[in-house]
Nanobody, 122 residues
Framework: QVHLQESGGGLVQAGGSLRLSCVTSGRTRGNPVMGWFRQAPGKEREFVAA????????DYAASVKDRFTIARDNAKNTLYLQMEGLNFEDTAVYYCALGSIITRRPAIWDAWGQGTQVTVSS
């Protein structure tokens, strides 16, 4: 059983920054692919970013590229999402996910955290 726990969400003004963290516990095979998704009220869950197990491969949604940075510390079983230049459209619940391939399709991922709320005030 794998457990993912996000933290670091909160209320921030437009233009501000936040760093989200996701700690993984339980049994995993090696260093799995990890990712971030988000879901705003009334909208479908959307891909934000993903990173390979060895941090050599990345993928970013066009809406966050050049503003968000995904990183991981395998020694600490922790995934990060550094978010800069936040705007109102970034308001959502952010979820971390664990999987075996980098994909933008939520259904393909194997495990999810409970989510952390990010609210950007305009």
């Amino acid at each position: 059983q794998v457990h993912l726990q996000e933290s670091g969400g909160g209320l921030v003004q437009a233009g501000g920054s936040l760093r989200l963290s996701c700690v993984t516990s339980g049994r995993t095979r090696g260093n799995p692919v990890m990712g971030w998704f988000r879901q705003a009220p009334g909208k479908e869950r959307e891909f934000v970013a993903a990173i390979s197990g060895n941090s050599n491969t990345f993928d970013y949604a066009a809406s966050v590229k050049d503003r968000f940075t995904i990183a991981r510390d395998n020694a600490k079983n922790t995934l990060y999402l550094q978010m800069e230049g936040l705007n109102f459209e970034d308001t959502a619940v952010y979820y971390c996910a664990l999987g075996s391939i980098i994909t933008r399709r939520p259904a393909i991922w194997d495990a999810w955290g409970q989510g952390t709320q990010v609210t950007v005030s305009s």
